[in-house]
């Protein structure tokens, strides 16, 4: 990380263009052998500074108060994580926008970024999967007593959960077999579209000039875009 920051002051001080990978390492203080060694260009010393950012709006999300919907956890982490002087400094806003402008005219800058929110993408959908599964397992828990008891009430018998058998057990297996890939499916794609909904809104402001903490910050922006998965059937992932 102090590589990454020194990377980035080197980067918005003189340019892209103009720096090198050995001037990275000086003002680092380590030797350029170890600057290669974590690192195989210059562009790529500013991925653990893209990613500490970009995780930092998952594990916001994480850290929501268990009681809010998936929607509203996500809408509660991005103003955790992008209000100015609230979860980030208002000149860390400033080295942003500094940041993804230059990624803007480089292909291999842009690159890093584009993994560090592929990075955040997955862990999102860890978190959000975490968050889904009390509910899908109280759901899933309803679902098989309901069965049992239809089953047994048919009978005339009372029947164990674990004794159930014949088409309540196939259909059982029907669900365990196809239910985990159907729900991570719909798990990641709520998540990519929540991380693009959040990517997009930083990167729109800091291609303009409104301030951070303005009516056209990322925050207002990102909320409105997240307006998107207000209605996405969470639930049934």
């Known amino acids: 990380m102090e590589i990454a920051r020194a990377a980035a002051e080197l980067f918005m001080r003189h340019g892209l263009r103009a720096t090198r990978a050995e001037d990275v390492a000086r003002a680092a203080g380590v030797a350029p052998r170890t600057f290669y060694r974590y690192f195989a260009s210059k562009e790529e010393a500013l991925g653990p500074l893209f990613s500490a950012g970009a995780e930092k ?67 999102l959908v860890e978190v959000l999967a975490a968050r889904l599964s009390p509910t899908r397992d109280t759901a899933e828990a309803g679902a098989r007593d309901g069965a049992v008891r239809a089953d047994g009430e048919a009978s005339g018998d009372t029947v164990p959960g674990d004794a159930v058998s014949g088409d309540a057990v196939a259909g059982d297996a029907v669900s365990a077999g196809a239910g985990p890939h159907v729900a991570a499916a719909g798990v990641r794609f709520g998540a990519a579209v ?29 909320l409105g875009h997240l307006e998107a998965l207000r209605d996405f059937p969470w639930d049934a992932v």
Do not use: F, K, Y
């Open 57 to 123: 709006w998952a594990e916001a999300v994480r850290d929501a108060p268990a009681g809010l919907s998936v929607p509203d956890a996500l809408r509660h982490a991005v103003v955790r994580t992008l209000t100015p002087g609230v979860g980030v400094r208002p000149e860390s806003m400033e080295w942003v926008r500094s940041l993804l402008r230059l990624a803007e005219g480089s292909p291999a800058l842009r690159r890093v970024w584009g993994e560090a929110c592929q990075g955040a993408e997955r862990t």
């Open 194 to 222: 929540a991380g693009a909904a959040v990517r997009v809104a930083v990167e729109t402001w800091a291609a303009g000039d409104d301030p951070a903490d303005g009516p056209a910050g990322p925050v207002p922006r990102a």
